[in-house]
């Protein structure tokens, strides 16, 4: 970020790792133990991905409303896996 903000000066933007909750306290590794550089490898290889996994944790993209937003999805029945 600071990179960025060096070359179009200050911003609201943010970059950040959205910390999806599947990913919490987890290393994305390969089937021989490397780790992925691409997330999304591992993520499709989850036969246990629910939509809520999806949902970002970190709490400044949480705090901006930045993503999916679990309370715009309250009405619908996921797997309510803890």
Not at 43 to 55: H, Y
Request: aromatic share 10%; no cysteine.
């Amino acid at each position: 970020m600071a990179e960025y903000e060096a070359k179009v000066g200050p911003t609201d933007s943010v970059i950040a790792d959205p910390r999806f909750r599947i990913t919490v306290g987890v290393e994305p590794l390969d089937k021989d133990g490397k780790k992925l550089e691409f997330l999304g490898d591992w993520l499709v290889s989850q036969r246990t991905l629910d939509f809520p996994d999806l949902f970002a944790t970190n709490p400044e993209l949480v705090r901006r409303k930045i993503g999916l937003i679990p309370e715009e999805f309250k009405d619908f029945a996921f797997d309510r896996r803890p």
